[in-house]
């Protein structure tokens, strides 16, 4: 007999995780799979910020924010099994033009509930003893946090399974069931699964797993690079990063674009970013990239100079044109619905994600507005020809 679940979750990364778990949590029968292990995708290749600062006023940031709630609120007794740390953010800027834009962004994001000082040199060094003295201005973002991201991952899916959830990894779904339009289950490399409800958390694969129901997301790889030092006494307290890495968030540009980003982890070792590509699943190690991820670093923190880099990663941002993520059901192929597209923050809104999701799979009213985000968005002619 083949098993059988209320809801089969494609992917164990953040989002699946974070869906296992709150779905177990209501009571649903859960199944993961996997193809690979837990957080072998873009989960085991992030920074693990919890990031309220670079988000514009919008929907994102809303979700930021209600993430950051869950994350504080009935999440918070698990908080240190995932590392789980309240530094806060600091951007800076070394121009006058960086300040004045500095100024505009936080205006705006103060009205729309974020907690935000803004700083002047002295004061930046405050926060900061170590940065460079050419940096002019900076805000102190009070709300932005940290957790370890493959430790989060696992946890929740342990918190999972506690609940009965099953979690098979090694094990690649390759077709989607379907009776009719409805969605009934999933293929899988191990034979069938037959489920009520499937949802998509394949991150930046989530493309190749909504074709498998017949349906498109336009949900492509953003590469990234991280460099990691060796371990050293705490001497960066918070996120630090260059007022310009916000505009790169949004860029839309395939080709490449840096910007300094710098913190330290529990560990000691202090984590170097940020780059951003498409450039498919290309997975060279592009020494160039490093380089520019260095040097960038330098222009925050100058005493870096002298610090040893132990290694590097690089990991694919699910990435969506409209830089939102994919929440919600897919009226396309009824019974799939999509937890992906979360681009570089889907640590952050992980668990926000994967509350309103459940919310809506059980038919409750959601905590926000959903609409932003609807898989169907982008809807192709080829999708509208299909379902006509
Ligand atoms: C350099 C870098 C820095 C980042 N920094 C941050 C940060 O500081 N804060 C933050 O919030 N986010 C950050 N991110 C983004 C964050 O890592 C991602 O948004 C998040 O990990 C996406 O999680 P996911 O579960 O959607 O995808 P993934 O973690 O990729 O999980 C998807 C899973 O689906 C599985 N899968 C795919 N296809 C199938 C199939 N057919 N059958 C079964 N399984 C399948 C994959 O093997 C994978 O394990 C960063 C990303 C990068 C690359």
Same mark, same amino acid.
Request: aromatic share 6%; hydrophobic share 40%.
């Given at each position: ?10 992917? #164990?990364?953040? =989002? ?6 709150? &779905? ?51 999440? #918070? ?74 430790? %989060? ?39 069938p699964i037959s489920a009520g409800a499937v949802i998509n958390a394949a991150g930046p694969w ?7 129901? *017949? ?5 492509l790889p953003r590469r990234g690079f991280v460099l990691v030092t060796e371990p050293l006494p ?12 916000? &505009? ?45 991820? #260095? ?7 100058? %005493? ?39 681009? *570089? ?15 809506? =799979? ?27």
């Amino acid at each position: 007999m083949s098993p059988t679940a209320d809801v089969v979750v494609v992917g #164990a990364g953040a =989002l699946g995780a974070a869906c296992a778990y709150f &779905a177990a949590r209501r009571g649903l029968r859960v199944h993961v799979v996997e193809r690979g292990q837990v957080a072998s995708g873009t989960s085991s290749a992030g920074e693990g910020n919890l990031l309220v600062s670079d988000k514009e006023a919008g929907p994102e940031l809303g979700l930021a924010l209600y993430s950051r709630d869950v994350f504080r609120g009935e999440l #918070a007794e698990f908080g240190p099994s995932w590392e789980f740390e309240a530094k806060g953010g600091l951007v800076v800027v070394a121009t006058e033009a960086g300040a004045e834009e500095l100024a505009g962004l936080t205006t705006r994001q103060r009205a729309s509930g974020i907690e935000v000082s803004n700083l002047d040199s002295r004061q930046l060094r405050d926060y900061e003893p170590h940065l460079s003295p050419a940096l002019r201005a900076g805000a102190f973002y009070r709300q932005d946090a940290q957790v370890q991201p493959m430790l %989060m991952t696992a946890q929740l899916l342990r918190l999972a399974r506690d609940l009965c959830a099953v979690v098979q990894t090694n094990t690649a779904v390759t077709g989607v069931l379907r009776t009719g339009d409805q969605v009934t289950g999933v293929q899988t490399s191990a034979g069938p699964i037959s489920a009520g409800a499937v949802i998509n958390a394949a991150g930046p694969w989530a493309g190749a797993v909504a074709e498998l129901a *017949g349906v498109s997301l336009p949900i492509l790889p953003r590469r990234g690079f991280v460099l990691v030092t060796e371990p050293l006494p705490l001497t960066i307290q918070h996120k630090v990063y260059a007022g310009e890495y916000v &505009a790169n968030v949004l860029s839309s540009d395939e080709g490449l674009q840096t910007s300094p980003v710098v913190e330290s982890t529990a560990s000691g070792t202090v984590l170097i970013g940020s780059s951003r590509e498409r450039v498919g699943f290309d997975r060279t190690v592009s020494l160039p990239v490093l380089a520019q991820l #260095a040097a960038n670093a330098l222009t925050l923190f100058p %005493m870096l100079a002298s610090v040893k880099v132990m290694r590097s990663y690089l990991g694919f941002r699910p990435y969506c044109p409209d830089h939102l993520p994919v929440i919600g059901h897919d009226p396309r192929a009824p019974g799939l619905w999509h937890a992906s597209g979360h681009e *570089g923050a889907g640590i952050g809104l992980s668990v926000g994600t994967a509350k309103l999701i459940t919310q809506a =799979l059980t038919g409750e009213p959601t905590d926000l507005d959903l609409f932003p985000f609807r898989p169907d968005r982008f809807a192709t002619r080829h999708d509208q020809r299909r379902s006509a």
